[in-house]
C-alpha cells in the first residue's frame, strides 16, 4: 500500500502560467512533508519542505501548501519557467525518523515556452 | 564545499552474485540513506546510517546490508543479486538535526 501518492504522472503548462503539482499521503504519524526536483542522470534536490504544524510555505517561486485532515499537500510554482522542466517527488517523514522519507513516485512537469 | 559522490556510474552484473556500491558524503553530514529508485517509481528508503551504526531500516531483505566509516562514507552491499534489483541506487546525506538531504547522482545497478 502506497503511503505517498502522486495521482498524476505528468503535467503540462505554458511558460509564465501556474503549475499545481499535488500529493495525497495515508499515514498519520508523517508530520514534514519535502518537494524534490530530479533532472535526468541528476539526483533529487531538495525544492522546499513543511512541517505539520504550519500550512503554507514560501520560498520565492515556490509555494507548498498542507492540508492536514485532507491529508493532502501541493506545490505552487509561479511563474512557471522553461528551466521547471523535470521530475518532481512529494516524501514524507515522521519526526522520530529523520532522513528516512517515503517518496511518491513523480510528476514529470513540462514547461512550454 | 563537495557534494555527494557515488561510485561506480554504472554496473552489470549477473544474477546471483555480489555488488558493492559506494558514496561519499557531503562534508559536515555524519547521516547517510540509501535509496533504491525502480524505473517509473520513487526512490524507497533502503537504511539509514548515523555515526557508523544502522539507524532505520526499510523493507529490505538482510541480503541489503552496509557500512558507514569513520570519515561518514558508506557502502551498500547486495548479495545473491536477483534481477528485481536492478534500479538506479540513491544515496543522500544529511545533518542528523536537519532533514534536508542531498543526494547523490546515483548508481544504475544492471542485473543479468
Redesign the interface.
Known sequence: DQQ?K?NSPSLSVQEGRISILNCDYTNSMFD?F?W?KKYP??????LI?ISSIKDKNEDGRFTVFLNKSAKHLSLHIVPSQPGDSAVY?C?A?AWT??????????TTLTVKP | ETG?TQSPTHLIKTRGQQVTLRCSSQSGHN?V?W?QQAL??????IF?YYREEEN?R?NFPPRFSGLQFPNYSSELNVNALELDDSALY?C?S?K??N????????TRLTVT
Open positions: 505517498v502522486q514534514y519535502l524534490y542522470a541528476e539526483g533529487p534536490t531538495f519542505s517527488f516524501a517523514s525518523n529523520a532522513g528516512k522519507s517515503t517518496f511518491g513516485d513523480g | 555527494v547521516t540513506s535509496y517509473g517509481q520513487g526512490p524507497q528508503f539509514q532505520g526499510g540513491l543522500a544529511s542528523n538535526e532533514y534536508e538531504q542531498y543526494f547523490g547522482p546515483g
